[in-house]
């Protein structure tokens, strides 16, 4: 998966903790202040992560009511042109002449 351009950010504005290597040598102050830093790049990614997630989940669910909407609209539209071509052959059995059928039915 690609990553988003707000991860991206991120990675960019915390690429210069990356550039540690010795942790351990760092003064106390500026150890504090690393895992103070990685704590809350960490905490973000996951902030970000899971609100991703969720926007997916809730555009599939949103897609399949929509596709569920159309679909029920399209067998409703398609029951009624069933329904009045059943009409119209009624119509036409009981003898009525085709325009009286065709001005009533369409």
Not at 48 to 56: D, N
Request: aromatic fraction near 6%; charge should be negative.
């Amino acid at each position: 998966m690609e990553e988003s351009p707000l991860i991206k950010m991120i990675n960019e504005k915390f690429k210069c903790i990356s550039h540690i290597t010795d942790i351990s040598a760092l003064s106390k102050e500026d150890r504090i202040k690393y895992d103070e830093t990685i704590k809350i790049y960490r905490d973000y990614l996951a902030v970000v992560s899971f609100a991703e997630a969720t926007g997916r989940e809730q555009g599939f669910k949103e897609g399949l009511e929509e596709a569920r909407k159309e679909r029920l609209e399209k067998e409703e539209k398609e029951g009624l042109e069933e329904e009045k071509i059943s009409i119209a052959r009624q119509m036409k059995a009981d003898g009525l002449p085709t325009e009286i059928i065709m001005n009533s039915s369409f």
